[in-house]
């Protein structure tokens, strides 16, 4: 396993050796992320991605294949037009985590900021936690699955997939 230290070099950089290791079918270790935006950006090789910590926005995002495990928190747009792979969150997602996911698994072992899932095309978005006002907005397709309670406005303009709420419905 290959160890990247953020601390030391910038993201660009970091995105970079990522997508090396990934050619090469190494798996990635991320340390000293300190929310820092855009970890993991662009990656399509299906390995693992570690991060020791929390990452600000956009982690994962225009991916295809990797699956990253967060050891903290995550800033909005997680996964952001995810194709394929996986992201495990274990603290919070900011607002639009899955956005435009297409085929991808999501688990935030917290909560969701507003509009989760939205404009989701295929795969699945699992909060544990709960999901703010908007979660599902303009879902074309895919499983939005919400164990805790649901924000206002759940699904509005959505035109296909699924919606599961184990909470309350506000």
């Not at 996986?86 to 917290?110: F, K, T, Y």
Request: overall charge neutral; hydrophobic content about 40%; aromatic content about 4%.
């Amino acid at each position: 396993m290959a160890t990247i230290d953020l601390s030391r070099i910038s993201v660009r950089e970091a995105n970079e050796a990522i997508r090396r290791h990934g050619a090469a079918g190494e798996d990635v270790e991320i340390l000293n992320p300190d929310a820092k935006h855009h970890v993991g950006v662009g990656l399509v090789n299906p390995i693992k991605v570690r991060v020791r910590g929390s990452a600000g926005y956009f982690c994962a995002g225009l991916t295809d294949g990797p699956r990253f495990e967060v050891d903290n928190n995550v800033g909005w747009g997680l996964a952001d037009n995810m194709l394929s792979g996986s992201v495990v969150v274990h603290g919070n997602a900011g607002g639009i985590a899955g956005v435009a996911v297409r085929g991808a698994e999501v688990v935030v072992h917290g909560n969701v900021g507003s509009r989760a899932g939205q404009v989701m095309k295929a795969g699945t978005l699992c909060c544990v936690g709960n999901a703010n006002f908007m979660a599902g907005y303009m879902m074309y397709g895919g499983k939005l699955v919400i164990l805790g309670n649901s924000g206002e406005q759940l699904g509005q303009d959505m035109t296909g997939g699924s919606i599961y709420v184990g909470g309350k419905l506000q």
